[in-house]
């Protein structure tokens, strides 16, 4: 049986229809596929830490954007959403220290637990964020940089 060429295809589903905030996203998306692509050359054990410290630092530096975006224009639900995304840092933390210490391996297991930790909160958390922005002229088209500046 052929393996699928990627573990999780970027879907409109995930879309929240702000344009640099789905940017992001689908990079998270390819940097996941990275590690399944490591997997499916049996690679894992030695490439997937550095792909996880990736997703990672990828990630921080994603919530800080989404962050900012929430701070500048008012966003109610900030500190709920900070929230959620300082909890997503210290279980992906979790993961890789246990990846570390072998007690979990870069398996399956680890990319369905891992589609399952971005896919939840960008279809529930991030989708209101995106409709607020949008609500705010900011969204497709629309770079929220052009708004702030011009
Ligand atoms: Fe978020």
Redesign the pocket.
């Known amino acids: 049986m052929a393996l699928p060429r990627t573990f999780i295809e970027w879907d409109d589903r995930f879309s929240i229809k702000v344009e640099d905030i789905d940017y992001q996203h689908q990079e998270l998306v390819n940097i996941m596929n990275r590690l399944y692509q490591a997997i499916v050359d049996r690679t894992a054990q030695s490439e997937g830490p550095k792909i996880l410290d990736d997703l990672k630092i990828y990630t921080i530096a994603h919530?800080s954007v989404?962050e900012s975006l929430m701070r500048i224009f008012g966003y109610e639900d900030y500190e709920v959403?900070k929230e959620?995304?300082r909890q997503l840092v210290e279980e992906l933390q979790e993961v890789m220290l246990r990846v570390e210490a072998g007690e979990h391996h870069i398996n399956s297991d680890l990319l369905i637990y891992l589609r399952k930790w971005l896919v939840n909160?960008?279809m529930h958390?991030?989708v209101k964020?995106g409709r607020f922005l949008i609500e705010q002229g900011i969204g497709k088209n629309k770079p929220w940089y052009k708004r702030i500046f011009s």
Do not use: K
């Open positions: 919530f989404e959403h959620q995304h909160h960008i958390t991030d964020l």
